[in-house]
């Protein structure tokens, strides 16, 4: 009973591939989702459109819980950006009078199209632009239109990947070319060499603390997935434990 809409490759982009989809759509609330990513329960639905049913808010989105075979920077960069944010342990709901800067704009306006909800008559005046950074652009233009967005920590939505250390590389260098069309003062802004320098001694303390914890366990491994497994605990308990992420 779905209605499959089919667009040429050549014609996709996320921008375009949402609007239509949500042009095409009638109901009061458009939920976009990514194709790879899964509904964490069978109340994911209900609980990520709640604050717009409640009124409380004009577009939500959720956390990420990354599935067995995600590959570890993917794990790491999922677990920062949420305590980067700010809604890691506790939900967020973002306004514009919190934003004093770029950079608390940023965090506010996270919206995250992998699983992300919207009045469908605000989406309709807004729409995304943009081949990249789509859904952070909607959130900033809605929060300056003083609409209201709320992250929410507890409601999960299964996504993650198994991807090349250059996919990595490759993207960063499209985010950051993204940003700049977002926040133009913000994206080109030096960086400061006390924060650069701080970064580098929490990794290394954190990294010499997993690797003392995954050598102190002494234990004799018949099979590389076993010594995996002990070393991803080690890793999830120190980086829950210790770490504060400084952006």
């Known amino acids: 009973g779905v209605n499959l809409i089919e667009i040429p490759n050549e014609k996709f982009s996320h921008s375009y591939a949402r609007n239509l989809g949500a042009e095409m759509s009638n109901g009061r609330i458009v939920v976009f ?89 605000v989406f309709m005046r807004f729409r995304h632009r943009f081949d990249y950074a789509e859904d952070l652009d909607l959130g900033v233009r809605l929060l300056k239109a003083h609409h209201k967005i709320k992250l929410l920590s507890k409601v999960k939505v299964i ?3 198994d991807r090349a250390a250059d996919y990595y590389m490759k993207r960063a260098f499209v985010e950051n070319n993204a940003f700049l069309n977002i926040f133009p003062n913000f994206a080109s802004a030096p ?31 018949t099979m590389v997935l076993e010594f995996v497994a002990d070393a991803s605990a080690v890793f999830e308990k120190v980086l829950k434990s210790c770490w504060v992420y400084t952006g």
């Open 191 to 221: 960086e400061n060499n006390e924060l650069v320098v701080s970064r580098i001694v929490s990794s290394y303390c954190i990294m010499s603390e997993i690797l003392s914890q995954i050598l102190a366990i002494n234990k004799k491994y």
């Open 33 to 121: 989702m990514t194709q790879d990513a899964m509904p964490s329960d069978e109340y994911w639905l209900k609980s990520l459109i709640l604050p717009i049913q409640e009124g409380e808010a004009s577009a939500v989105s959720c956390g990420e819980q990354c599935p067995e075979g995600t590959d570890l920077y993917y794990k790491i960069a999922s677990f920062g950006h949420a305590k980067y944010v700010g809604f890691y342990d506790k939900d967020l709901l973002g306004t514009i009078e919190m934003c004093i800067d770029s950079e608390s704009l940023r965090k506010n306006a996270s919206l995250n199209d992998v699983a992300c909800a919207v009045k469908r008559n």
């Open 159 to 161: 996504h993650g990947h």
